[in-house]
């Protein structure tokens, strides 16, 4: 059956990563995965198209596609609209509520041609290979009252951070599955010395130990977890936790791999639809200039063939083809270190395909 692939480039060097990405999943296609890509707008694009960043036809898209492939959204030029609501990053946010996107893989992986990109010792870091799985459509971002009110004559602003059982019973499951299949460690990150939604969290994962007999769970809180990636990362093999700590935990150890243009991530849904993006944002600083490194969203690509299209041998194909263009020395500017090649993000998709084929 033909799978849809809808790619959304989105602003910034959205549309130059995706185009890089877009060659590779034509190179699949070529040699016989069976799939149709389609492209639609979303985010500062689709507002100066359509006045909307998430635009009802983009959904409807979105909807259809078996998995989707996003750049990045977002950008200076758009920072001043009013109306929050129309602001580049609802487009994602959206994109994320209407499928029901709750689980967010994030790998950290560091590629030992990489090691001296970290700004931490090789030996800390070295063959770093952590997945962070983050909750992502409750917590605090979600939850609500919300809002900034006049109390007692003075603004208070605030938020509620809620879970339910359910909604933790999911995500650990998700996490518990991935450990199963990885090194079989699960770190669940909390503050439950602090917040009863964390109580429940752990409380929840401690239910769902015993299904996965194989998998060894440990409890961390979340100020000592950061000291920990920094310190010691290695420790680390699959983490679970909620959005807002997943928010900051995956940044930090995206950080420790020395380069954001590196890393894929994936957001499923109960149906196993997903969404595949870099972990980088729209790179406005760099945007059009041809610099912008494409790896991360090959690299989610990948993620797609293995989570969503049940394509392993083939997302293996393409993770080896970055592994060789390191090898080989070549390196965009974010990557970029004495004796090695600096090439540009159409020459890193040329030299991708290549080793690809
Ligand atoms: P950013 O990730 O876009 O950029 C941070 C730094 O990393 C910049 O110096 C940039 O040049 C560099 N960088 C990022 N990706 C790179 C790549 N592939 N190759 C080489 N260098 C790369 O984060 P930011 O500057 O905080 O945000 C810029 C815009 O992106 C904002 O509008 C923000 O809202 C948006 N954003 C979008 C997403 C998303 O779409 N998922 C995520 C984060 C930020």
Redesign the pocket.
Known sequence: MTRKILVLP?D??GPE?TAQASRVLAACQARGLDIEVEEALV?GAAYDAFGEPLPAATLDKARGADAIL?G?????QW?TIEDLAKR??KG?LGLRKNLGLFANLRPAILYPQLAEASSLKPEIVSGLDIMIVRELTGGIYFGQPRGIEEREGERVGFNTYVYSESEIERIGRVAFEMAQKRGKKLCSVDKANVLEVTILWREVMERLAPEYPDVELSHMYVDNAAMQLVRAPKQFDVVVTGNMFGDILSDAAAMLTG???MLPSASLNESGQGMY??C???????AGQN????L?TILSVAMMLRYSLGEAALAGRIEAAVGKVLDDGLR???IASAGKKMVSTSEMGDAVLTAFE
């Open positions: 989105g910034g060097i990563i985010g996003l990045a959204v977002g950008g200076p920072d580049p990053e994602l380069s954001i243009g993006e870099p980088h944002g729209s790179a406005p600083d760099i610099l912008a490194n494409p991360a965009t500017a974010d």
